[in-house]
């Protein structure tokens, strides 16, 4: 069975609703990062950092039009949360997947009014590097084709 963003969003949505107060969520968020899977230090270089990010998050992708799967990591508590609602999402998806999925766990869960500014270009630099991958690999795809 193939990953499915719009399931893994809704399952995200739905976890949150758990958590009455933004102290608990925040909570939650700093869990998951401590949740994601290693980083090997070799590959936290300048290269893979991800622009726009207050904090360091370094970032990779592998796959093609097929099957995209991203790894990432940060520095940062919240930020490593914000890293792990993301991968959770959109990690293992094909690329029209990604494009047909748009971030609405963002608004559902209310992290637009409680990410500071910073948090929330960091989050809009990974979600547009997400998006830009997949139109890539879309285009790589149908350029073999022709």
Same mark, same amino acid.
Request: net charge negative; hydrophobic share 40%.
């Given at each position: 069975? +193939? %990953? ?11 976890? /949150?609703? /758990? ?5 608990? $969520?925040?909570? %939650?968020?700093?869990? @998951? ?15 893979? #950092?991800?622009?726009?990010? &207050? ?6 992708? $592998?796959?093609? &039009? ?30 029209? &997947?990604? #494009?047909?999925?748009?971030?609405? /766990? ?6 637009? &009014? %409680?990410? +500071? ?7 809009? +630099? ?6 830009? #991958?997949?139109?890539?690999? @879309? $285009? +790589? ?6």
């Amino acid at each position: 069975m +193939s %990953h499915d963003p719009n399931r893994a969003q809704a399952e995200i949505i739905q976890e /949150f609703e /758990f958590f009455d107060d933004w102290m608990d $969520r925040y909570q %939650h968020l700093i869990d @998951l990062g401590k949740e994601l899977p290693d980083f090997p230090e070799s590959d936290k270089t300048d290269a893979n #950092l991800l622009p726009g990010c &207050q904090s360091n998050v370094w970032f990779i992708a $592998r796959g093609d &039009q097929d099957c995209l799967n991203f790894k990432a990591c940060s520095d940062a508590a919240i930020v490593s949360g914000l890293i792990a609602l993301v991968l959770k999402i959109y990690s293992g998806a094909s690329a029209e &997947q990604i #494009l047909s999925t748009p971030p609405t /766990f963002i608004e559902a869960i209310g992290l637009g &009014q %409680h990410l +500071s500014a910073t948090r929330a270009n960091g989050l809009r +630099s990974m979600l547009s590097k997400i998006k830009s #991958l997949a139109e890539e690999a @879309l $285009r +790589s795809s149908t350029s073999t084709k022709t």
